[in-house]
C-alpha cells in the first residue's frame, strides 16, 4: 500500500504579487475619493464656522443698533506698538465666548495691558477662527512677521498675536484705516461695512445684505509662500508705508492688513514672495476659491475666476467689487 504525498497548499510568488498589485490599485483609486471626503468635512466646518460668525455679528446688531467696528482707535493715543482691539473681541460673548471675553476685558483695559495677565488668551487657538482645511501656527512670529504682535506693558518684546482665518471686509482698493475706497488717495466712494471706529447699520446696505459680504478666508500659505493669514482679538494701528507706497495702515506688515481683506487683487492670488501687498487678498486652501460670509448670514463659495476688473479710478466694474460695495447700486453678476 503507498503513502499518498500530501500537497503543501499556500500563494505562490507570482498570485502574491498580483494580490499586492491589485491592493495597490485599489488604494490608489479610493485615496483621492478619501481625500475628497475629508475635504468635504473641513469645508462644510468652515462653512459652520462663518454662519456661526454671521449670526454672531447680528445678535450684536440686535443688541448695539450697529456692527462692532474693524476696530477701534484708543484714545488718548497709545504707542503703535501697543496695539487696539479688532473686531473678533466683540463677537466673542455672541459666539458663547464669554469666559474669554471676560479675560481679556476690552472694555476696561487696553490690548498691551490686557496681555501682560492674558498672553495665553490671546495666543491659544480658537477654533471658531479657524479653518480645518488651512494649516498654520498657533500664533504668529513676531521674528517673521512684527506687525502681527504687539507688545504688553510689562515687556519691551513683541508677542505674536494668535491665528485667525477670517477677515473683514473693507473696500475695493487697498486695506486701510479710513471710510474710503482708494488707499492711496484717501477718495470716498463704494466701501466695505468696516473700518476705523465704524459703526455700520444694516439700513446702510442700501444694495441688500444679500448681495453684500462681510467678511471671507484668508489662508496662511498659498501657493508654497507664507501668507500669514490674520489675527485675533487686537491689531497695531501703524503709521508707515509699505513696499508698494501703500497709505497709512495699509502696510504689508503692519496695519489693518491683519485683520481685514480687499479685492484690489484677485481670491488666492499668487504671492510673489511673503509680505507683499497681495496679502490684502482673501485666499484659502479650498481647490478653486474661497467662502464667504454675506451680511444676510448666508455663506457662499466663490470661485477664484470670479469677475474681477479694477482700473485706476477705482470704479466698481466687475462682480466681486460690487459684492464688496454695500451702496454701488450696480447689478451683481453670477458668481
Not at 494649516?135 to 494668535?162: C, K, M, Q, R, V
Not at 497709512?248 to 485683520?259: D, E, F
Request: glycine share 8%.
Amino acid at each position: 500500500m503507498r503513502n499518498k504525498t500530501a500537497r503543501s497548499s499556500g500563494f505562490t510568488l507570482v498570485e502574491l504579487l498580483v494580490v499586492i498589485a491589485i491592493i495597490g490599485v485599489l488604494i490608489a483609486l479610493l485615496l483621492p475619493a478619501v481625500q475628497q471626503a475629508r475635504e468635504a468635512a473641513r469645508r462644510m466646518q468652515c462653512t459652520n464656522n462663518l454662519k456661526q460668525l454671521g449670526l454672531a455679528f447680528h445678535n450684536y446688531h440686535d443688541t448695539y443698533g450697529k456692527l462692532p467696528p474693524m476696530y477701534i482707535q484708543i484714545v488718548p493715543a497709545v504707542p503703535d506698538n501697543k496695539g487696539h482691539w479688532a473686531w473678533s473681541v466683540f463677537l466673542l460673548p455672541f459666539i458663547e465666548q464669554t469666559t474669554t471675553y471676560d479675560a481679556l476685558s476690552p472694555n476696561t483695559l487696553t490690548p498691551s495691558q490686557s496681555m501682560v495677565a492674558n498672553k495665553t488668551v490671546f495666543q491659544n487657538v480658537n477654533n471658531s477662527f479657524r479653518c480645518p482645511s488651512a494649516p498654520g501656527p498657533d500664533f504668529h512670529d513676531p521674528a517673521l512677521d512684527p506687525g502681527y504682535a504687539i507688545e504688553p506693558d510689562n515687556s519691551t518684546t513683541n508677542t505674536g498675536l494668535g491665528l485667525s482665518n477670517y477677515i473683514v471686509s473693507v473696500n475695493i482698493a487697498n486695506v486701510r484705516q479710513r471710510k474710503s475706497t482708494d488707499g492711496r488717495t484717501g477718495t470716498t466712494g463704494n466701501i466695505g461695512p468696516f473700518f476705523r471706529d465704524s459703526a455700520t447699520k444694516f439700513r446702510d446696505f442700501t444694495d441688500g445684505l444679500s448681495n453684500t459680504f462681510l467678511a471671507g478666508e484668508r489662508s496662511w500659505t498659498k501657493n508654497g509662500v507664507r501668507n500669514s493669514a490674520g489675527v485675533l482679538y487686537a491689531v497695531r494701528d501703524a503709521n508707515m508705508t509699505g513696499p508698494s507706497a501703500q497709505d497709512v495702515g495699509a502696510s504689508w506688515n503692519q496695519g489693518v492688513v491683519t485683520i481685514a481683506g480687499s479685492v484690489r487683487y484677485p481670491i488666492n492670488v499668487i504671492l510673489p514672495s511673503p509680505n507683499q501687498e497681495q496679502n490684502n487678498a482673501f485666499s484659502s486652501q479650498h481647490p478653486g476659491g474661497a467662502q464667504f460670509l454675506f451680511g444676510d448670514g448666508s455663506t457662499h463659495f466663490i470661485a477664484d475666476t470670479v469677475d474681477l476688473s479694477n482700473d485706476s479710478a477705482w470704479n466698481t466694474n466687475s462682480t466681486l467689487e460690487r459684492l464688496v460695495g454695500m451702496a454701488d447700486g450696480d447689478v451683481i453678476g453670477e458668481y
